[in-house]
């Protein structure tokens, strides 16, 4: 004959139970927590990419608000330091606006900065197309968008007085 059986027999005692979900919870709290140890190395690492881009701005004005027609006539060198520059400065935004995509303080300032370097990336993407898909979708985008709202388009590639 058998014994009546209790469901807490069948599934475990309570204490059994009560560990398990502590355990449970214990496991979505460490996930929890390496999820925002991601997200603060990643705001981490977009600061220092931008404070990076700005010392190098501070210290290179020529390129940070630049006569791009003076340095395209100055020779390789300068036009390569210049890409250089523009390449550093496009992926310090990438990387800032990817890791502050609700703060749009980051793409404000991205936007001003980027202006001044329009017709050197309209030239570029004009001869090189392959230039601007090193940078993700979105920074493809942004690029494109602001091209196309200063009416910077080949084949003069010029910034107009707006």
């Known amino acids: 004959m058998s ?23 214990g496991f979505v709290a460490i996930l929890l ?11 981490t690492s977009a600061r220092q990419a931008f404070l990076g881009y700005t010392d190098l701005a501070f210290k290179n004005p020529k390129f940070a608000q630049p006569d791009y027609d003076k340095i395209k006539a100055s020779g390789r060198d300068e036009h390569v330091q210049y890409e250089s520059f523009v390449t550093y400065f496009l992926y310090a935004c990438e990387e800032a606006i990817g890791a502050f995509a609700g703060k749009r303080e980051w793409q404000a300032s991205c936007d001003y900065d980027l202006k001044p370097h329009l017709p050197f990336l309209c030239e570029k993407n004009a001869a090189q197309p392959a230039y601007l898909a090193t940078y993700g979708a979105e920074t493809q985008q942004w690029i494109k968008a602001s091209l196309k709202t200063s009416s910077v388009t080949p084949p003069d590639c010029k910034l107009g007085k707006t």
């Open 33 to 43: 927590q390496i999820n925002e140890i991601r997200t603060g190395n990643r705001a």
């Open 3 to 25: 014994q009546p059986s209790f469901w807490w027999q069948k599934y475990g005692t309570l204490a059994q139970m009560a560990q398990a979900t502590v355990a449970l919870l």
